[in-house]
């Protein structure tokens, strides 16, 4: 095989540039870590880094540029994405972690300042399990259970817990909040015991909105992640009224909100036996998290 020594810039400038001239504001990243996948390295490779490049690795780099003209994000062509503070792989059935996400983790870190107290976590709707293994990550004593209506996307919770070494205190359970009696299920499976903290992401897009999104949201976004039915509040509806039913009564749960729920969602959360904590708001002021406690 013959190789070619370069230097990274001389190799993705006119990749970079096609992505520029079709408005890719980070081009030149996009190149990076394009160009890392197709030498097989976890690493990034720098502008100015010179490397050993085989004439099928560059070939390889540009079947993945043209993937990415054709309006792919980068998180999906790699199956990698950053979350907190590791990399998460994905799944065509797990929802590309979003930054917003991130401030549900930094309220549960405020809310249990104590790192070495044991606490039991249910992440529900788990998608790639960013929340609960980061979760994990920063309470080495706490235990994570994953609740997904999709089997496929639980196999790639499992695989990121065997990556980040948290597989013994993951448990990864396939439910459907859709059907009546998911709680006894679920608490049954748990060996009746409950609860100290729920995080959940559901989905919370009203479908109608769904056609609005960005193309690579629409196209590359499972749509049982996103869709939240007329209202975008179905999951609310379905997961609020049994929360009681899981969770120690001195619990606390944290769920994220799309912009301007707050109002539907704490009335579902109060008729059915929760009480309001606290609203946390994200980086760009939009009220995101709400925390409920037991009434
Ligand atoms: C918005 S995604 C959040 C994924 C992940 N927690 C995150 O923040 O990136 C919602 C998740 O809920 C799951 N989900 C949707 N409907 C469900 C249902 N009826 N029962 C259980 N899980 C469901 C989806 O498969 C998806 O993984």
Redesign the pocket.
Known sequence: MTYKYIDVYTLIEPEVLKLRNIGVETANLDCRLLLSKSLRRRESVYNHQNIFISQSEIAKFRSLIQQRLKGKPVSRIINRRN?WKKEFELNE??????SD?ET?IETIIEQYKEKLQFLKIL?????????GLSLLEEYPQSEASF????QK?LEIVKKNALNLGLSERSKYIN?????DG?DKKLITIEKNIKYDVII?????IPTDIIKTLKKEVQKHD?F????GGKDGLD?YK?ILPKLLNIIKSDGKIFL?IGKGQENCVIKIATEHGLSLKELKKDLSGVTRVLIFIVK
Do not use: H, Q
Not at 175 to 179: A, E, H, I, P, Y
């Open positions: 979350f059935e797990t929802l590309d972690p979003r996400s549900l992440d529900l709707g788990s998608g790639s399990g960013c929340l609740f997904d209506i999709s996307s439910l459907n909040w859709k059907v998911w959940s992401n559901p989905p919370y499972p049982v992640a996103l869709n999951a379905s994220e």
